[in-house]
């Protein structure tokens, strides 16, 4: 997955912060995918828990000091996002068989890939526009 400037929420520390994200996203997809061992994919686990939950909190920071009125919502989405790399964790740490670490691909897949650029596109994005009108 790459960072497209379409995803671009206008804010250079935000976005700057988003193309780490993701690459820490693919590091993880390609842990899975070449089937690397589980100690490897835990770290690449844990590498992206540290840093999605650093950005969330800069956002977070950001959006108070602005007077946001979406914070609260906001909150949500982030808290939900840790607890889809927390259950991703969970799902990593049960035996696998082979074959097993395809169902993990498609869970990160699905929990990591495709929340975080909904999240980019519809919510992020909502901040950077009330960033821009305030200016
Ligand atoms: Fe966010």
Partial sequence: ????QDMAVGIETIDSQHRELFKRINNLLTAIKEHRCKAEIDGTIKFLDEYAL?????EEQRMEKAGYDGLADHKVHHATY?????????????????????????TANQIIVDWIV???????????EFVKDRK
């Fill in 1 to 4: 997955m790459e960072w497209t």
């Fill in 54 to 58: 650093f950005h969330f909190t800069e």
């Fill in 82 to 106: 840790m607890k889809n790399i927390s259950d991703l964790k969970a799902e990593a740490a049960l035996p696998r068989v082979q074959g097993m670490s395809y169902e993990l691909s498609v």
């Fill in 118 to 128: 909904d999240h980019i596109m519809k919510i992020d994005k909502k901040f950077g």
